[in-house]
């Protein structure tokens, strides 16, 4: 949350810098074109990039100090130079050498990504370009390139900085740009360059271009850009409309002419390469807390072994040589330093308790999970779009496992983003036979049943869902109002910002639209017959069918004068057009109470008829706008229009103005009729909903829609709601708010609206609070709408709205902004510390997924800033299951079994070394070989866990599908909480009870049938033993499910430690002057009591743990025991991970909609879903999204449907390309 | 008692694997013997060196060697305790070299142990491989209590035999207040008697068998029908509550 609002804080800093009036000089970037003299005075940066952390100095410093920053690196560290003193037990190479090993791994892989990152750097900074030097073209590479120079960028090329467009070999001075390195849009992108600047093509021109430009300093927001160009006395405002950025790519223009405006790091794509904080499960967090226990009792056991150690010193024992000469650690004559001493050495004899390998292993686990599963599981491959699943971290599978709250976006993720042109209302006529599952799952609930009039597929047009013979072919001409329905279909063909690509024909074209419900409106204009072919910056052109007389059909040129942008605010768009006959109109289209309040009052007899049909249309879940238009007067227009470019070229408060302009001409309009889009769901949603809930997953929608819209979805499609349900609704929108907006007051608005959100939770609360006491049973929703969860999200009103959203089984968040979702998402992971999961497809997601626990982007359709703010990208929806129930549960089953079991495994093998300390009066003397200890946790007990890890699994995949609620167990955290550590804890103490005693007695009296006695290395060469097959045979009782990995790793692991026993006990090590353990193990092994002990102790050890397998089985079985079983009994199909390799075919799964609808809903379906509004950039700065202009170009861009998968796949990355991802 | 009857020295509270004590030695010293590694008594201290010479062999463990000499009659005649053999091989082999021992300080006539403290003197014509008692010694003890062989009696022993020991008390534990005892033994081809091991034996067997018993009353008593899907938890709960 502090994230946030710092980075919000300094976005407003930000802001009032810029814009601050009194040091316009400190703020304001001056550049003379053209002109490298005059800029070097601002010493601007140039445009060589770098983006390495190391370079060769630093590297040895820098990357030490990186990996030392890791709390274990730094603790093995000070314990081999602890090792090094004469406190040590052991010899410091034994702890030197896996600390060198693990380190230098670590640093080579940094080297070589950093040497990457620098060769990447290379090829960039010398690319070259044409640069403007001396009246000429001249090759120079990117480094070399200062501000103020004048470039020129070939087809196909990169902009080697953000430039200033001047002008292009297209006509008209438009150049079209590819974005896909800046938000993964593979759609083409208008540029145009300002009139004045259309000429300087040629070099000629262009070396006599002398310009000054002014504006905003460097900064990170890819959409906004403000300055003037100033030529000779003339301002000109300029606008994103003509930045040229770096990372974006020239297509489809010969070339264009442009200056660099910011270079180097200054450019808006690297300014916008900031590091995503890296997330950490809470699992591995909890075990953050385990390593600290285990510091904890290491540090007991070597305090308590310390004190004794001091006072057990004493000169009485004269064999130890006491009396002259004696080290501090051994002088009885000062017991404190001794026992000081002593710590240190005890704390070294024990630092294996820690276990070095722990993360290590962790991470290799992980990582084998996402490459090998998750990634190749092909139940989560999406063949129609080819994309498989991918986990873009592996820090968080385990974290998948125990998520309970899910926050879905609606659109483009619970529904497919596929909008339908379905029914229409003109002139208070309903047309469109269609009928909507919304509509066909009512009627199956009211038992009236529509007869399945299937309308035969006939060459199903996308976007076009639209089956009625009255306005198809013409027929139109013959209903009660053609005149109107002429303007109906004009509006859908003229007011729109889609870009037409490809072919000029009906069957080819492809509208580039900025969100699909465009698409489908000018595609139902096309299907009416006023088909739209062509968009040139002034004009549109539409072929019209049928108007003059059926069959006929002509070319009309419509020429567009302006266009007021749709935005937040405004939610409406309106243009301006002349007819070729002069006639001049302005369209508008819009939500219905935005067009109603600004319809004339006489003149619009069907206005109750369409409102009502509004309704009916709201109830089928459509969506829908309202078309009307207005005939203008020259002269007002003329007059109009003079304010209008005043408020364009204003340098403050643009978009404010603007508003204010259009408010004055988008008045006094007639009603058309209204549009009804169907928004249709993706496969699989509401099953996969339903099992997720089954699981215990409760799952919120967050949703830049309108509160009907989102009930409507929650309701029908998802079954998240049904009437059964207590409705709790917030919202806004009430007469009593509303009356105090129109006095215009904001702070008393705010008041009002405070007051209202408090009073509600409250009441709410009360009464979720009564109704739990009470009736059992009854389901709680909470319905929100953005504006008041502004205020319900107050530090005073948050503990209410989260204990009251905990308790409700279904939360819908509607009309909320990214930030919004992002702070819901906060409330439940901070407040409640419940695992969250945002799943989400675009740019206003980006915040949420975040922000939660794990960000789930949907990959595929959309742009890909979703997906690369993500943990894991998955194509649809309902592959959720797959990933949470399967995979996560598996993950989380899997890691807490390693974790526990690291755990178990180095308290229970430090501990037998405490036991011997007892013994030893307390002088630290080891029990094992030093070797031994430090390849105890490397090598003999390494590779199994790691087997288990990858391996182990509870029950069958199959069966994790079918009983959702295994979840649960992930939810409640079952596999490791404390009790299970405490258990295992348990078992460690009991273990090297075992392991110390059985071995030592067993030497202690024994001897062997020649009458010779062992010694110290026998007993600890033995105890080691027995050690070693205990850990690994341990793993048995532990994991569920044993390969023939497991059989191998395990044994391999025991003989791997006979081997190098051999080896070790059979040559004499050079290196370490006491040969303790020459020969031994031979001697061991030739005694009777070694094969008496090995039998035994293993045995007596895992007794235990077996006892408690059995008990818990027996008499409290985990849900998993009981399934298990059943698999036994019954058999299991082979259910082993399909891959993707061997792609078959998934089993579709039929779209069942089992939601009921509320009857309440009497709502009108305005909702022309435009997210991009809420770009990914400017909610990273909080700043409120409503007030941004966007271009028609940026507008187009936003939302596409279509999308060139096969360019994406096989282009290869661009220059450029590391430094934005 | 059937020959060979071994004859065992026990030490009690005596730490013989104390820290300072396990790493006063020198391997390469007692089994190299040979110019460089002979002064290599680095880690003996504190009995490294004598005079400025190197000890061998050095270290606090050869120094505080076991010095109780034990003789044994029976009615007056002396049974012969063979004193040969008695260290593994492995050590006498690869761990003992021909080296003769040099600035022994027990060897010292009036040596700092003196006459009962303790500290065996070595004989200087005899090389360490074959000085056994030293070699026994040197294999360090695991726990404080310990048992050492001394030799073999290689003679049957009847019933009510009675044995005499004459025991020349030289080691000194009183200090600390350690125990010495005597101690005679037979061995069979499993080895020694060792009470320990058989004890855990039967007991881990004990447990067994009645847990195993107690398991199957329960299953007999209350049984749990295996992979009753009824038993799952989401399955119980509207039945409790």
Not at chain 1, 933 to 939: A, M
Not at chain 1, 1024 to 1034: A, D, K
């Given at each position: 949350?502090?994230?946030?609002?710092?980075?919000?804080?300094?976005?407003?800093?930000?802001?009032?810098?810029?814009?601050?009036?009194?040091?316009?000089?400190?703020?304001?970037?001056?550049?003379?074109?053209?002109?490298?003299?005059?800029?070097?005075?601002?010493?601007?940066?140039?445009?060589?990039?770098?983006?390495?952390?190391?370079?060769?100095?630093?590297?040895l410093?820098?990357g030490l100090f990186e990996q030392f920053r890791r709390v274990a690196n730094l603790y093995f560290l000070m314990i081999s130079i602890l090792s090094a003193t004469?406190v040590s037990p052991v010899n410091p190479i034994t702890n030197a050498v896996p600390l060198v090993l693990v380190i230098s791994v670590s640093l080579i892989k940094e080297a070589y990504?950093?040497?990457?990152?620098?060769?990447?750097?290379?090829?960039?900074?010398?690319?070259?370009?044409?640069?403007?030097?001396?009246?000429?073209?001249?090759?120079?590479?990117?480094?070399?390139?200062?501000?103020?120079?004048?470039?020129?960028?070939?087809?196909?090329?990169?902009?080697?900085?953000?430039?200033?467009?001047?002008?292009?070999?297209?006509?008209?001075?438009?150049?079209?740009?590819?974005?896909?390195?800046?938000?993964?849009?593979?759609?083409?992108?208008?540029?145009?360059?300002?009139?004045?600047?259309?000429?300087?093509?040629?070099?000629?021109?262009?070396?006599?271009?002398?310009?000054?430009?002014?504006?905003?300093?460097?900064?990170?927001?890819?959409?906004?850009?403000?300055?003037?160009?100033?030529?000779?006395?003339?301002?000109?405002?300029?606008?994103?409309?003509?930045?040229?950025?770096?990372?974006?790519?020239?297509?489809?223009?010969?070339?264009?002419?442009?200056?660099?405006?910011?270079?180097?790091?200054?450019?808006?794509?690297?300014?916008?390469?900031?590091?995503?904080?890296s997330?950490r499960s809470?699992l591995e967090r909890r075990l953050d807390m385990l390593i600290l226990i285990l510091f904890s009792i290491l540090f007991i056991m070597c305090f308590?072994d310390?004190?004794?150690?001091?006072?057990?010193?004493?000169?009485?024992?004269?064999?130890?040589?006491?009396?002259?000469?004696?080290?501090?650690?051994?002088?009885?004559?000062?017991?404190?330093?001794?026992?000081?001493?002593?710590f240190l050495t005890f704390v070294t004899l024990f630092s294996p308790i820690i276990p070095i390998s722990l993360y290590v292993s962790i991470e290799m686990i992980k990582v084998f999970q996402?490459?090998?599963?998750?990634?190749?599981?092909?139940?989560?491959?999406?063949?129609?779009?080819?994309?498989?699943?991918?986990?873009?971290?592996s820090n968080?599978n385990e974290?998948?496992?125990?998520?309970?709250?899910?926050?879905?976006?609606?659109?483009?993720?619970?529904?497919?983003?596929?909008?339908?042109?379905?029914?229409?209302?003109?002139?208070?006529?309903?047309?469109?036979?269609?009928?909507?599952?919304?509509?066909?799952?009512?009627?199956?609930?009211?038992?009236?049943?529509?007869?399945?009039?299937?309308?035969?597929?006939?060459?199903?047009?996308?976007?076009?869902?639209?089956?009625?013979?009255?306005?198809?072919?013409?027929?139109?001409?013959?209903?009660?109002?053609?005149?109107?329905?002429?303007?109906?279909?004009?509006?859908?063909?003229?007011?729109?910002?889609?870009?037409?690509?490809?072919?000029?024909?009906?069957?080819?074209?492809?509208?580039?639209?900025?969100?699909?419900?465009?698409?489908?409106?000018?595609?139902?204009?096309?299907?009416?017959?006023?088909?739209?072919?062509?968009?040139?910056?002034?004009?549109?052109?539409?072929?019209?069918?049928?108007?003059?007389?059926?069959?006929?059909?002509?070319?009309?040129?419509?020429?567009?004068?302006?266009?007021?942008?749709?935005?937040?605010?405004?939610?409406?768009?309106?243009?301006?057009?002349?007819?070729?006959?002069?006639?001049?109109?302005?369209?508008?289209?819009?939500?219905?109470?935005?067009?109603?309040?600004?319809?004339?009052?006489?003149?619009?007899?069907?206005?109750?008829?369409?409102?009502?049909?509004?309704?009916?249309?709201?109830?089928?879940?459509?969506?829908?706008?309202?078309?009307?238009?207005?005939?203008?007067?020259?002269?007002?227009?003329?007059?109009?229009?003079?304010?209008?470019?005043?408020?364009?070229?204003?340098?403050?408060?643009?978009?404010?103005?603007?508003?204010?302009?259009?408010?004055?001409?988008?008045?006094?309009?007639?009603?058309?009729?209204?549009?009804?889009?169907?928004?249709?769901?993706?496969?699989?949603?509401?099953?996969?909903?339903?099992?997720?809930?089954?699981?215990?997953?409760?799952?919120?929608?967050?949703?830049?829609?309108?509160?009907?819209?989102?009930?409507?979805?929650?309701?029908?499609?998802?079954?998240?709601?049904?009437?059964?349900?207590?409705?709790?609704?917030?919202?806004?929108?009430?007469?009593?708010?509303?009356?105090?907006?129109?006095?215009?007051?904001?702070?008393?608005?705010?008041?009002?609206?405070?007051?209202?959100?408090?009073?509600?939770?409250?009441?709410?609360?009360?009464?979720?609070?009564?109704?739990?006491?009470?009736?059992?049973?009854?389901?709680?929703?909470?319905?929100?709408?953005?504006?008041?969860?502004?205020?319900?999200?107050?530090?005073?009103?948050?503990?209410?709205?989260?204990?009251?959203?905990?308790?409700?089984?279904?939360?819908?968040?509607?009309?909320?902004?990214?930030?919004?979702?992002?702070?819901?998402?906060?409330?439940?992971?901070?407040?409640?510390?419940?695992?969250?999961?945002?799943?989400?497809?675009?740019?206003?997601?980006?915040?949420?997924?975040?922000?939660?626990?794990?960000?789930?982007?949907?990959?595929?359709?959309?742009?890909?800033?979703?997906?690369?703010?993500?943990?894991?990208?998955?194509?649809?929806?309902?592959?959720?299951?797959?990933?949470?129930?399967?995979?996560?549960?598996?993950s989380?089953?899997r890691i807490s079994k390693v974790v526990a079991y690291f755990f178990y495994k180095n308290l229970m093998f430090t501990l037998t070394q405490f036991w011997f300390n007892?013994?030893?009066?307390?002088?630290g003397q080891r029990f094992y070989d030093d070797w031994f200890q430090s390849l105890y946790n490397v090598v003999f007990t390494a590779l199994p866990v790691i087997i288990v890890g990858i391996?182990d699994?509870?029950?069958?995949?199959?069966?994790?599908?079918?009983?959702?609620?295994?979840?649960?167990?992930?939810?409640?955290?079952?596999?490791f909480?404390?009790?299970?550590l405490?258990?295992w804890a348990?078992s460690a103490v009991?273990q090297s009870?075992?392991l110390f005693?059985?071995?030592?007695?067993?030497?202690?009296?024994?001897?062997?049938?020649?009458?010779?006695?062992?010694?110290?290395?026998?007993?600890g060469t033995?105890a080691f033993t027995c050690v070693v097959v205990t850990v690994n045979l341990r793993l048995?009782?532990a994991?569920?499910?044993?390969?023939?990995?497991?059989?191998?790793s395990i044994?391999g692991s025991i003989l791997a430690w006979?081997i190098f026993a051999?080896f070790y006990?059979?040559?004499?090590n050079?290196l370490d002057?006491?040969?303790?353990i020459?020969?031994?193990?031979?001697?061991?092994?030739?005694?009777?009591?070694?094969?008496?002990?090995?039998?035994?102790?293993?045995?007596?050890?895992?007794?235990?743990?077996?006892?408690?397998?059995?008990?818990?089985?027996?008499?409290?079985?985990?849900?998993?025991?009981?399934?298990?079983?059943?698999?036994?009994?019954?058999?299991?199909?082979?259910?082993?991970?399909?891959?993707?390799?061997?792609?078959?075919?998934?089993?579709?799964?039929?779209?069942?909609?089992?939601?009921?609808?509320?009857?309440?809903?009497?709502?009108?379906?305005?909702?022309?879903?435009?997210?991009?509004?809420?770009?990914?950039?400017?909610?990273?700065?909080?700043?409120?999204?409503?007030?941004?202009?966007?271009?028609?170009?940026?507008?187009?861009?936003?939302?596409?449907?279509?999308?060139?998968?096969?360019?994406?796949?096989?282009?290869?990355?661009?220059?450029?390309?590391?430094?934005?991802? | 008692?059937?020959?060979?009857?071994?004859?065992?020295?026990?030490?009690?509270?005596?730490?013989?694997?104390?820290?300072?004590?396990?790493?006063?030695?020198?391997?390469?010293?007692?089994?190299?013997?040979?110019?460089?590694?002979?002064?290599?008594?680095?880690?003996?201290?504190?009995?490294?060196?004598?005079?400025?010479?190197?000890?061998?062999?050095?270290?606090?463990?050869?120094?505080?060697?076991?010095?109780?000499?034990?003789?044994?009659?029976?009615?007056?005649?002396?049974?012969?305790?063979?004193?040969?053999?008695?260290?593994?091989?492995?050590?006498?082999?690869?761990?003992?070299?021909?080296?003769?021992?040099?600035?022994?300080?027990?060897?010292?006539?009036?040596?700092?142990?003196?006459?009962?403290?303790?500290?065996?003197?070595?004989?200087?014509?005899?090389?360490?491989?074959?000085?056994?008692?030293?070699?026994?010694?040197?294999?360090?003890?695991?726990?404080?209590?310990?048992?050492?062989?001394?030799?073999?009696?290689?003679?049957?022993?009847?019933?009510?035999?009675?044995?005499?020991?004459?025991?020349?008390?030289?080691?000194?534990?009183?200090?600390?207040?350690?125990?010495?005892?005597?101690?005679?033994?037979?061995?069979?081809?499993?080895?020694?008697?060792?009470?320990?091991?058989?004890?855990?034996?039967?007991?881990?067997?004990?447990?067994?068998?009645?847990?195993?018993?107690?398991?199957?009353?329960?299953?007999?008593?209350?049984?749990?029908?295996?992979?009753?899907?009824?038993?799952?938890?989401?399955?119980?709960?509207?039945?409790?509550?």
């Amino acid at each position: 949350m502090a994230r946030w609002r710092s980075a919000s804080y300094k976005a407003r800093e930000r802001i009032n810098q810029r814009y601050a009036p009194h040091n316009d000089l400190l703020h304001h970037r001056t550049i003379y074109c053209n002109d490298l003299e005059k800029n070097k005075q601002f010493s601007f940066k140039g445009n060589s990039i770098s983006t390495t952390k190391y370079n060769v100095l630093t590297f040895l410093p820098k990357g030490l100090f990186e990996q030392f920053r890791r709390v274990a690196n730094l603790y093995f560290l000070m314990i081999s130079i602890l090792s090094a003193t004469p406190v040590s037990p052991v010899n410091p190479i034994t702890n030197a050498v896996p600390l060198v090993l693990v380190i230098s791994v670590s640093l080579i892989k940094e080297a070589y990504e950093d040497w990457k990152r620098f060769f990447n750097d290379k090829t960039i900074n010398s690319t070259m370009v044409d640069v403007l030097r001396d009246g000429h073209w001249r090759k120079l590479p990117w480094r070399r390139l200062v501000v103020g120079d004048i470039v020129k960028v070939h087809k196909d090329s990169f902009f080697p900085a953000d430039l200033l467009f001047l002008a292009s070999t297209n006509q008209d001075g438009v150049c079209y740009v590819e974005t896909s390195n800046l938000d993964g849009e593979t759609n083409l992108k208008i540029r145009k360059a300002l009139e004045r600047t259309w000429d300087y093509v040629d070099e000629e021109r262009a070396k006599e271009f002398q310009g000054e430009i002014q504006c905003e300093q460097p900064n990170n927001s890819l959409y906004t850009f403000t300055g003037n160009l100033i030529i000779g006395k003339q301002t000109l405002p300029v606008t994103p409309n003509q930045l040229l950025l770096r990372g974006c790519s020239l297509r489809n223009t010969e070339f264009i002419v442009g200056v660099a405006v910011f270079t180097g790091h200054e450019t808006k794509v690297m300014m916008n390469a900031m590091n995503v904080p890296s997330k950490r499960s809470t699992l591995e967090r909890r075990l953050d807390m385990l390593i600290l226990i285990l510091f904890s009792i290491l540090f007991i056991m070597c305090f308590i072994d310390s004190i004794c150690s001091g006072i057990f010193i004493n000169r009485k024992y004269w064999y130890l040589g006491l009396t002259s000469d004696v080290e501090d650690q051994f002088n009885p004559g000062n017991r404190f330093l001794v026992a000081c001493l002593t710590f240190l050495t005890f704390v070294t004899l024990f630092s294996p308790i820690i276990p070095i390998s722990l993360y290590v292993s962790i991470e290799m686990i992980k990582v084998f999970q996402v490459t090998q599963f998750i990634n190749k599981d092909v139940k989560m491959y999406h063949k129609e779009t080819n994309t498989p699943a991918l986990a873009r971290t592996s820090n968080l599978n385990e974290e998948l496992g125990q998520v309970e709250y899910i926050f879905s976006d609606k659109t483009g993720t619970l529904t497919r983003n596929l909008m339908e042109f379905f029914k229409c209302s003109i002139g208070g006529v309903i047309y469109g036979k269609g009928v909507t599952e919304i509509e066909k799952a009512a009627a199956r609930r009211n038992g009236t049943g529509i007869e399945e009039m299937e309308s035969p597929a006939e060459s199903h047009e996308k976007y076009f869902n639209f089956d009625d013979d009255r306005l198809m072919r013409g027929a139109w001409r013959n209903e009660p109002n053609p005149e109107l329905c002429k303007e109906f279909f004009r509006c859908l063909a003229v007011c729109h910002t889609v870009l037409p690509e490809g072919d000029e024909l009906p069957e080819k074209i492809v509208y580039q639209a900025a969100s699909p419900d465009e698409a489908a409106l000018v595609t139902a204009a096309k299907m009416f017959g006023f088909f739209f072919f062509r968009r040139t910056p002034t004009s549109i052109r539409v072929r019209e069918s049928h108007v003059e007389k059926i069959g006929r059909m002509q070319d009309v040129e419509y020429e567009i004068l302006n266009v007021l942008e749709f935005n937040s605010t405004r939610k409406r768009q309106s243009v301006i057009c002349r007819y070729p006959n002069g006639r001049l109109v302005l369209y508008c289209k819009g939500a219905d109470s935005v067009i109603y309040e600004r319809l004339m009052e006489r003149h619009n007899p069907f206005k109750d008829t369409n409102r009502d049909h509004l309704e009916y249309f709201g109830a089928a879940g459509l969506r829908t706008l309202c078309l009307a238009y207005r005939d203008l007067d020259i002269n007002a227009y003329e007059m109009w229009n003079e304010k209008f470019v005043q408020a364009k070229s204003a340098l403050r408060d643009r978009e404010k103005k603007l508003d204010e302009v259009a408010e004055l001409i988008e008045k006094d309009l007639i009603l058309i009729g209204s549009t009804a889009i169907e928004d249709k769901l993706q496969e699989g949603v509401p099953v996969c909903i339903e099992t997720l809930a089954k699981g215990g997953i409760k799952i919120w929608v967050l949703t830049g829609d309108k509160l009907e819209t989102a009930i409507n979805i929650a309701y029908a499609a998802c079954s998240l709601m049904n009437n059964g349900m207590k409705q709790f609704i917030i919202n806004s929108d009430t007469k009593e708010i509303r009356d105090v907006e129109d006095r215009g007051d904001a702070l008393e608005t705010a008041q009002v609206i405070e007051r209202y959100v408090a009073e509600r939770l409250n009441e709410s609360l009360r009464q979720a609070v009564e109704s739990e006491q009470t009736q059992t049973g009854l389901e709680l929703a909470l319905v929100i709408d953005g504006r008041c969860l502004m205020y319900a999200l107050d530090p005073e009103l948050r503990g209410t709205l989260l204990k009251l959203s905990v308790m409700c089984k279904a939360v819908v968040c509607c009309r909320v902004s990214p930030l919004q979702k992002a702070q819901v998402t906060s409330m439940i992971k901070d407040g409640a510390k419940k695992i969250t999961l945002s799943i989400g497809d675009g740019a206003n997601d980006v915040s949420m997924i975040q922000a939660a626990h794990i960000g789930v982007g949907i990959s595929g359709l959309e742009g890909m800033q979703a997906v690369m703010a993500s943990d894991f990208a998955i194509a649809q929806f309902r592959f959720l299951t797959d990933l949470l129930l399967v995979h996560g549960r598996l993950s989380y089953l899997r890691i807490s079994k390693v974790v526990a079991y690291f755990f178990y495994k180095n308290l229970m093998f430090t501990l037998t070394q405490f036991w011997f300390n007892l013994y030893t009066g307390f002088s630290g003397q080891r029990f094992y070989d030093d070797w031994f200890q430090s390849l105890y946790n490397v090598v003999f007990t390494a590779l199994p866990v790691i087997i288990v890890g990858i391996f182990d699994k509870d029950v069958s995949i199959t069966n994790s599908r079918k009983y959702p609620q295994l979840y649960k167990a992930g939810i409640e955290n079952i596999f490791f909480r404390w009790r299970i550590l405490i258990i295992w804890a348990i078992s460690a103490v009991y273990q090297s009870v075992i392991l110390f005693f059985f071995p030592i007695k067993a030497i202690e009296e024994g001897k062997n049938s020649s009458g010779r006695m062992l010694g110290l290395w026998d007993a600890g060469t033995m105890a080691f033993t027995c050690v070693v097959v205990t850990v690994n045979l341990r793993l048995f009782l532990a994991c569920n499910f044993i390969t023939r990995w497991h059989l191998i790793s395990i044994f391999g692991s025991i003989l791997a430690w006979f081997i190098f026993a051999f080896f070790y006990s059979g040559f004499r090590n050079p290196l370490d002057k006491q040969g303790n353990i020459y020969q031994v193990i031979f001697v061991i092994m030739g005694t009777w009591y070694f094969w008496y002990a090995i039998v035994l102790v293993p045995v007596a050890s895992l007794a235990l743990d077996f006892l408690h397998e059995g008990m818990r089985r027996w008499f409290a079985p985990y849900d998993y025991h009981i399934i298990q079983e059943e698999e036994k009994i019954k058999g299991v199909e082979r259910d082993e991970l399909l891959l993707v390799e061997s792609p078959r075919q998934a089993p579709e799964q039929s779209l069942e909609l089992t939601g009921l609808h509320g009857e309440m809903s009497k709502h009108t379906g305005y909702s022309f879903d435009s997210p991009c509004f809420d770009s990914f950039f400017a909610s990273q700065e909080g700043v409120s999204m409503s007030q941004r202009s966007y271009d028609i170009a940026r507008r187009a861009s936003m939302r596409v449907s279509r999308r060139q998968s096969s360019d994406l796949g096989s282009d290869s990355p661009p220059p450029g390309h590391n430094s934005l991802i | 008692m059937k020959k060979p009857i071994f004859v065992y020295y026990q030490l009690e509270n005596y730490y013989q694997n104390h820290r300072r004590y396990v790493k006063s030695r020198s391997d390469k010293q007692l089994l190299y013997g040979e110019g460089a590694s002979l002064a290599d008594t680095e880690t003996c201290k504190p009995k490294q060196l004598l005079d400025d010479q190197p000890i061998i062999p050095c270290g606090l463990i050869a120094w505080s060697l076991f010095n109780d000499t034990y003789s044994f009659t029976i009615s007056g005649n002396a049974v012969p305790v063979n004193k040969k053999g008695i260290s593994w091989k492995s050590d006498r082999y690869h761990k003992f070299g021909n080296v003769y021992p040099e600035n022994f300080p027990n060897n010292l006539p009036n040596n700092e142990n003196g006459s009962l403290i303790g500290g065996s003197s070595l004989d200087l014509n005899v090389p360490l491989n074959e000085q056994e008692d030293l070699i026994v010694w040197m294999r360090t003890a695991a726990l404080p209590t310990f048992r050492k062989l001394y030799g073999r009696i290689e003679q049957d022993l009847k019933a009510h035999t009675q044995l005499t020991a004459q025991i020349n008390n030289n080691y000194n534990t009183y200090s600390f207040r350690g125990k010495k005892k005597l101690v005679l033994s037979t061995t069979s081809w499993l080895g020694g008697k060792n009470d320990f091991l058989g004890v855990a034996y039967i007991t881990v067997g004990t447990v067994s068998i009645f847990l195993g018993l107690a398991f199957f009353i329960v299953q007999w008593k209350y049984p749990r029908p295996l992979g009753d899907i009824s038993y799952l938890s989401w399955n119980q709960k509207p039945a409790t509550s």
